[in-house]
């Protein structure tokens, strides 16, 4: 994650040299909301669902129709 940040710096500074302030400060704001929340995600990433998930029964593809206009629909 942080390869995304550092990126992202390199852009502001992009972004800044051009003089496009508006910008500068969307992506400040992006950076600040992706360091504050990444701790959050990390440590959702470690939950094991594999108890929840071994239980499931394979529903497979559902059969569906076509009609005239192109919309598709479940059978």
Do not use: C
């Not at 992506?27 to 909301?33: N, R, V, W």
């Not at 470690?46 to 497979?60: C, F, H, L, Q, V």
Request: aromatic letters at 10%; zero cysteines.
């Amino acid at each position: 994650m942080a390869d995304y940040i550092a990126e992202m710096y390199k852009m502001v500074e992009f972004l800044s040299e051009q003089g496009k302030p508006e910008w500068v400060d969307l992506l400040h704001g992006m950076i600040i909301y992706i360091e504050e929340h990444e701790e959050v995600s990390e440590s959702e990433s470690d939950t094991n669902y594999s108890e929840e998930e071994g239980n499931a029964i394979p529903e497979g593809i559902p059969d569906f129709q076509v009609d005239e206009r192109g919309f598709h629909s479940l059978v």
